[in-house]
């Protein structure tokens, strides 16, 4: 029998089906003494032999119907796998009952914890990622984030995930500086408890009496709910300005068509008043008109190409 732990699960926290196995067992064999599980095996008065048996000797072990239990690693034991998978292909050795119990499973969102693992490492050992800053490092949030948004508009699944990652990535890198603050620290778990508390407490329709019939009903408590724990006495406070024009022009309206704020639109000439208009419009039918400027530029960008392979055809004749 081989019994396998993540190494993403507190020690000590098996399956009721591995404890039994582990105490029904006539021998248990570890070959790391080193590993995380052995305390707490032999503080449940689990005897544990330190040894690393090939997969002849585990078979002989085995003989008389005795059953043997191997603690495997955190990345399995592969040579003794492919050695008993050797034995039994060969039809030569009569092979005793073989299974492999799972004694600890990763739970949704386990893989986080490899990425915080990962950071602290590089974060230390890096000669580049340990000299970098909030502020040096701003640009690349920027990058990335737009990067995800063309992943998402292309339709790209693959290149969804990665953009995805590479978000998560700075949110991380921000987080472990932020370690390090000798005024202010804060970790990665401060950035996801706060982050948590603020969901629940912004959903009171899904973790609490409240209720919200529609999307509109959400974000109208949303906002008055922000509005009072930040006590923002505008409805533009909060408001980026330095993100692009028609996203700001179609973040503000949304503020006021939300609010129910009547408001008079600027008269003025120029493009840009036009714009604003325009951006306005879009907003309360529904259409994003960063996006929607982005698709025309996209198809601008595509005609722009065709022109060029016209061209080169033109001047090969």
């Known amino acids: 029998m081989l019994l396998t732990t993540s190494h993403r699960v507190a020690p000590g926290l098996l399956s009721w089906p591995a404890w039994q ?17 052995l305390p707490y095996l032999r503080e449940a008065g689990v005897t544990v032999t330190h040894a690393s048996p090939t ?13 043997v239990l191997v603690v495997a690693g955190a990345e399995g034991d592969r040579p003794l796998t492919d050695g008993l998978a050797r034995l039994a292909g ?8 073989l299974e492999l119990l799972p004694a600890s499973y990763d739970l949704p969102g386990a893989r986080l914890l490899d990425l915080v ?9 890096c000669p580049w990622s340990s000299r970098q800053t909030h502020k040096g490092l701003a640009k690349y949030a920027i990058e990335e984030a737009y990067e995800l948004v063309e992943a998402i508009e292309d339709g ?31 970790s990665v778990d401060d950035v996801a408890g706060g982050i948590v508390d603020k969901l629940i407490h912004r959903h009171p329709h899904v973790f609490g009496d409240d209720s919200a019939d529609t999307p509109e009903d959400v974000k109208a408590h949303w906002l008055r ?19 692009p024009a028609l996203a700001l022009a179609a973040k503000l309206a949304s503020r006021v068509r939300t609010a129910g704020l009547p408001v008079t639109l600027p008269r003025g000439e120029g493009v840009g008043y036009d714009l604003l208009a325009l951006a306005l419009t879009a907003e309360a039918e529904g259409i994003d008109p960063e996006a929607a400027l982005r698709a025309a530029a996209r198809a601008y960008r595509d005609a722009v190409r065709a022109a060029e392979g016209a061209g080169e055809e033109a001047g090969q004749m």
């Open 21 to 37: 196995a582990l105490h029904g067992a006539d021998e248990v064999l570890c070959g790391d003494a080193g590993h995380p599980q």
């Open 55 to 67: 997969a002849e000797e585990l078979v002989d072990a085995c003989a008389g119907g005795r059953t």
């Open 90 to 97: 060969s039809g030569r050795v009569a092979m005793p009952d």
């Open 117 to 125: 693992q990962v950071m602290d490492q590089i974060r230390d050992e």
């Open 156 to 186: 790209d699944r693959d290149e969804l995930r990665e953009e995805l990652g590479d978000v998560l990535l700075q949110v991380i890198f921000h987080a472990r500086i932020a370690e390090e603050d000798g005024d202010a620290p804060f």
């Open 225 to 243: 709910t922000k509005a009072v724990e930040k006590q923002r006495t505008s409805l533009t406070e909060g408001i980026p300005l330095g993100q």
